[in-house]
Each structure stands twice: as structure tokens, then as C-alpha cells.
């Protein structure tokens, strides 16, 4: 079936650097992404989304880049701090409400 | 605003068992879904309700049901639970009459099944 994966596992930077976290999607028929944000015992999120009629949003510190061409995906973010070390993931959904299709997500360490 | 709440936090159950996780969604919000998310992997979608009708299911045996409220609180039952049923259950919430498709989660429910 379709699914959303993430290219890299782990991603270790250190703080103050900008990080960016990639994901591939495979359903072109996807019209809205979401960047989740998950803590060790909690709940998923939300950072930022993006519709599929654009292709940059920018939001405090992050940005999504969106480029349906190569069905890929990506979350940077700016002056990275110890308190964004989490599992990020992508996910994705068509026709809109919340079903949402999430990848395996991506452990961000931020290194003093 | 709480927010999405979830009950209980925890769970351990036996094998075989029966089990009833409750979602409370975000104030104003009229859609609930449920989540499983096994450790070290995305969540995975088991079902949504709204209008008090299940509107969308994942590919989840039919242990797994649901219910909503009238007053937009939701569910799960799992039947007869797997050693395998063990996991995070997520819950979401969005407001489907204004057409987001942002969604919150709660917390989740750890289940564990012995």
C-alpha cells in the first residue's frame, strides 16, 4: 500500500546548527503533510503543515519544504536547541480530515 | 482548554482479555481517531468516528471497535487481545465541520498485554 518513509534514522547536530529532517511519500495523490513532533512518552505534536498547492511554509524557527515532483519531503530547523531533541515524523493524508499516514520516524540528538 | 485527554495512562492486561481505552477530544472538536503505535515506529491508523459513526478504518482486525458519544468522546475496545496488542494507543481530534484537518493527540494509553 502507500506509504511515507524517512530517509536517515538518527541525526545528531549539534546546538545551534539548523537541522533538516527529509521524508519520501509515495501517494501522489497526497494533498496535505504534517511534521509531528514526538517525545519520549507522549503524544505526537503538531509543528507545521503544508498543503500540496504550495511548496515552502514558514512557521517560528521551522520551514517545510514541499517538491511533489520527487514526492519529497523536508523539516528544517533554524539554531537547533537541546529541547528539539525528539522523533520526528512526516505524515500525510488525501481528502482532507485526519486519517493520517505517518512514516517510522526520525531521532533528532542535539549535541551540547 | 485540556486539550485531547486519554484514559487510563497505563494498562497491563492478560492475554485473551478485553480492554476499553476512553478519549476525551480537544474542546470544540467534533472527529476522533485512534492510533496504534508500536515502539520505535509511526503510529498507524485503526479508525475514525465522527457523528457517532465509525467514517474511515484502517487495515485493523475486527477486535478492534469503537464507539463515539454524543458529546464527541470516543472508545476502543480491543477483543480477545494478542500478545502483539501491545502498544501506545493515540488518540486524535479535529474539527471536520470546519473542514481542519489539523489534528491534536493526547497523550496515548500504554497497553501491555502478558
Known amino acids: 500500500g502507500e506509504s511515507v518513509g524517512l530517509h536517515l534514522p538518527t541525526l545528531s547536530v549539534q546546538e545551534g546548527d539548523n537541522s533538516i529532517i527529509n521524508c519520501a511519500y509515495s501517494?501522489?495523490?497526497?494533498?496535505?503533510f504534517i511534521w509531528y513532533k514526538q517525545e519520549s512518552g507522549k503524544g505526537p505534536q503538531f509543528i507545521i503543515d503544508?498543503?500540496?498547492?504550495?511548496d515552502k511554509r514558514q512557521g517560528q524557527r521551522v520551514t517545510v519544504l514541499l517538491n511533489k515532483t520527487v514526492k519529497h519531503l523536508s523539516l528544517q530547523i533554524a539554531a537547533t536547541q537541546p529541547g528539539d531533541s525528539a522523533v520526528y515524523f512526516c505524515?500525510?493524508?488525501?481528502?482532507?480530515?485526519?486519517?493520517?499516514?505517518f512514516g517510522t520516524g526520525t531521532q533528532l540528538k542535539v549535541e551540547l | 482548554d485540556a486539550g485531547v485527554t486519554q484514559s487510563p495512562t497505563h494498562l497491563i492486561k492478560t492475554r485473551g482479555q478485553q480492554v476499553t481505552l476512553r478519549c476525551s477530544p480537544k474542546?470544540?472538536?467534533?472527529?476522533v481517531s485512534w492510533y496504534q503505535q508500536a515502539l520505535g515506529q509511526g503510529p498507524q491508523f485503526i479508525f475514525q468516528?465522527?457523528?457517532?459513526?465509525?467514517?474511515q478504518r484502517g487495515n485493523f482486525p475486527d477486535r478492534f471497535s469503537g464507539h463515539q458519544f454524543p458529546n464527541y468522546s470516543s472508545e476502543l475496545n480491543v477483543n480477545a487481545l494478542l500478545l502483539g496488542d501491545s502498544a501506545l494507543y493515540l488518540c486524535?481530534?479535529?474539527?471536520?465541520?470546519?473542514?481542519?484537518?489539523?489534528?491534536?493527540f493526547g497523550q496515548g494509553t500504554r497497553l501491555t498485554v502478558v
Open positions: 505524515a500525510e493524508s488525501t481528502g482532507g480530515g485526519n486519517k493520517l499516514t
Open positions: 468516528y465522527y457523528e457517532e459513526e465509525e467514517r
Open positions: 474542546s470544540g472538536h467534533d472527529t
Open positions: 486524535a481530534s479535529s474539527w471536520r465541520d470546519r473542514g481542519d484537518t489539523e489534528a491534536f
Open positions: 503544508i498543503r500540496s498547492n504550495m
Open positions: 501517494n501522489s495523490a497526497s494533498d496535505y
